[in-house]
């Protein structure tokens, strides 16, 4: 991932937890929230819950690459933040990819079809 594109700050991503839409599916849980124009941030978390370090970080490597591989196409002026849930973990890497393509489309969708934001 290019290093602009990380969300790195904690108030940033706690931002987005606040004002973001939530999408979620089996899998993953997805924050979205409006971010600058033409610009897309990213976050990755996985909760301890899911393990000791070593398997969250896997979780959190297997994220920041599906999400490598799909970004293109998807939200761009967004803010976002992946979490990981407990079948993430249990998942094949082409199944990661394929919920989180699944809640990019959702997003985009309703990004697509609200109406404009006020200043």
Same mark, same amino acid.
């Given at each position: 991932?290019?290093? =602009?594109?990380?969300?790195?700050?904690?108030? +940033?991503?706690?931002?987005?937890?606040?004002?973001?839409?939530? *999408?979620?599916?089996?899998?993953?849980?997805? *924050?979205?929230?409006?971010?600058?124009?033409?610009?897309?941030?990213?976050? *990755?978390?996985?909760?301890?819950?899911?393990?000791?370090?070593?398997?969250?970080?896997?979780?959190?490597?297997?994220?920041?690459? +599906?999400?490598?591989? =799909?970004?293109?196409?998807?939200?761009?002026?967004?803010?976002?933040?992946?979490?990981?849930?407990?079948?993430?973990?249990?998942?094949? *890497? =082409?199944?990661?990819?394929?919920?989180?393509?699944?809640?990019?489309?959702? +997003?985009? =969708?309703?990004?697509?079809?609200?109406?404009?934001?006020?200043?």
């Amino acid at each position: 991932m290019i290093q =602009e594109e990380r969300l790195r700050r904690p108030a +940033a991503v706690q931002s987005v937890f606040a004002r973001g839409v939530r *999408f979620a599916n089996r899998r993953l849980i997805l *924050f979205v929230s409006e971010g600058e124009e033409g610009r897309r941030r990213c976050a *990755f978390a996985a909760g301890k819950k899911l393990g000791g370090a070593v398997q969250r970080n896997r979780l959190r490597r297997r994220m920041r690459e +599906a999400y490598r591989r =799909e970004r293109k196409e998807f939200l761009r002026g967004c803010d976002l933040v992946l979490l990981a849930r407990p079948e993430t973990g249990m998942a094949s *890497f =082409e199944d990661l990819c394929s919920a989180l393509r699944e809640l990019l489309r959702k +997003a985009e =969708e309703v990004r697509r079809t609200a109406p404009p934001s006020q200043p």
